[in-house]
């Protein structure tokens, strides 16, 4: 729009000055009164659009007034026209924002933002017309160019209204915020909150007036925030893990766009120590159920929010403690405890594959609790290992159809070669975990001259598996008298 403006502006035909004098100060006068109407026409008409009809009724044009302004440098005058450019801005800005803070004013933040915008709306036009002004004085000037000087004067102002302007300011741009966390604020509202927060940023008032508050305001959110959640019935853990990660994210992005971005990592922590934190054991207590339906991703979120509060660690030791305790209860059952311990093992290591990245402290975590469960009983897990190696090594007995020769039972063979080194292969891993392995030892050296001497075992192939160093090392390291006996058999059945 400015660049349209100046454009028709250039096309604009106008009166040069002809006759010279000698510069002294009426002459100084006469162009800063050009100048100041050229500020008039820009701040008082309320809109740009109605600037080119007035400046060609009062022929008053940029190029005249840049002119006059160049006349006032080059003749000494600039230290002058400083003081009346400040001095002007002063004035302009105190009645803008007397206007704001009328009484009955509804509109207080947009009426303000208003101001901002006008300032800065117009601030391009003015630079190309004092850019003489600025390159020639204002650079060494404390201001440095036109635009410090206007914010300065505008900051100054802020100051001596403070009560007046710049705290209801802050207050208004906190509730703005709040209603955007609570789903309440439109697009209009969030762009005045971006506004306003620039303006913040370039009168150096941000970080000192408002960003404290901002933080105080938000901690004080979200824990209540937290409280309300974890004291609302029925609390899912899945949902609460979503919406955390999301609020984060959210009020990350929010800042990024709208605010400063240097006040993102401090309200991240506080929205993260709030929601996590506070609700810490909370979480803890519903993990189990996480890690029973294994829901990868929820597990995962969770693991990154734990992370984020540095917290990792309790999450290491309740996933240590849910396997203990799993594994703890499948001992003392009767049936089915190896396929259970096995299923569990498997579980247990999908979750850290899939949600953890295979940690190697949650990894050890498996280690140390199957270590503890399978040493509560470690002979009835030992006798029970052999036997399920005795199940899938031995013939299945098949019984014929209903009608054709009922009471006979005939032995097929076991499972699949690759299938049963498989779940050997799965069993064996168990065996690093067991403490009685010279009673394992024991019944799986029974139990096999037993399939050997019945001739009950499936495959002699699977049972010289067992017995081949790299699977054997997994039970002793030297062979006994029964295992001889074992191979014996195995080499007579050739």
Request: proline share 3%; hydrophobic share 40%; glycine share 4%.
């Amino acid at each position: 729009m400015q660049i349209q403006v100046l454009k028709n502006l250039h096309n604009i035909k106008i009166d040069v000055l002809t006759d010279f004098k000698p510069f002294v100060d009426s002459d100084y006068y006469e162009r800063w009164e050009r100048l100041r109407r050229l500020l008039d026409l820009l701040y008082l008409t309320g809109e740009i659009s109605p600037i080119l009809h007035r400046l060609q009724k009062e022929k008053v044009v940029l190029e005249d007034v840049f002119q006059g302004v160049q006349d006032i440098c080059r003749n000494g005058f600039a230290k002058k026209l400083a003081t009346d450019v400040s001095n002007y801005y002063a004035t302009l800005i105190g009645k803008l924002l007397c206007s704001v803070i009328q009484p009955g004013q509804r509109n207080f933040l947009e009426e303000l933002n208003a101001v901002w915008l006008l300032l800065r709306q117009t601030l391009p036009l003015l630079t190309n017309v004092l850019s003489f002004f600025e390159r020639s004085f204002l650079i060494r000037s404390p201001a440095r160019s036109l635009e410090q000087l206007i914010v300065s004067e505008f900051r100054s102002q802020l100051d001596k209204q403070e009560t007046k302007i710049l705290e209801p300011c802050v207050q208004q741009l906190l509730s703005a915020i709040s209603l955007w966390r609570e789903g309440l604020a439109d697009e209009s509202q969030l762009d005045t909150v971006q506004s306003i927060s620039h303006m913040l940023m370039k009168v150096e008032l941000y970080k000192s007036r408002f960003e404290p508050e901002f933080i105080r305001l938000s901690k004080e959110y979200y824990t209540n925030v937290a409280a309300e959640k974890a004291k609302r019935p029925g609390f899912d853990l899945v949902t609460y893990l979503a919406d955390v990660e999301s609020t984060i994210k959210a009020e990350h992005s929010m800042i990024l766009e709208r605010l400063d971005a240097s006040s993102a990592p401090a309200i991240v922590e506080l929205v993260t120590d709030a929601l996590v934190n506070s609700n810490l054991q909370l979480m803890l207590f519903h993990y189990e159920g996480l890690l029973r339906s294994r829901n990868f991703n929820a597990l995962q979120r969770m693991l990154r929010l734990f992370e984020r509060v540095d917290k990792r660690e309790f999450l290491r030791k309740s996933f240590g403690n849910y396997v203990k305790t799993q594994g703890s209860n499948l001992v003392d059952r009767e049936d089915g405890v190896i396929e259970s311990l096995l299923d569990l093992k498997r579980t247990a290591e999908d979750i850290i594959r899939e949600s953890y990245d295979n940690m190697k402290e949650f990894l050890d975590q498996i280690y140390y609790a199957y270590e503890h469960f399978m040493g509560l009983k470690p002979n009835k897990v030992a006798e029970l290992a052999t036997k399920y190696l005795d199940d899938i090594l031995s013939k299945q007995p098949v019984r014929p159809p209903t009608g054709e020769n009922s009471g006979s039972v005939s032995l097929q063979g076991g499972i699949s070669d690759s299938d049963f080194r498989h779940r050997a292969e799965e069993l064996l891993a168990l065996f690093k975990y067991l403490s009685a392995k010279d009673i394992f030892e024991a019944f799986y050296t029974r139990r096999m001259m037993r399939r050997l001497l019945l001739n009950r075992s499936s495959s002699n192939e699977n049972e010289k598996y067992m017995l081949e160093p790299v699977s054997y090392t997994h039970l002793r390291a030297h062979e006994t008298g029964r295992n001889l006996v074992c191979r014996l058999l195995l080499e007579k059945k050739k």
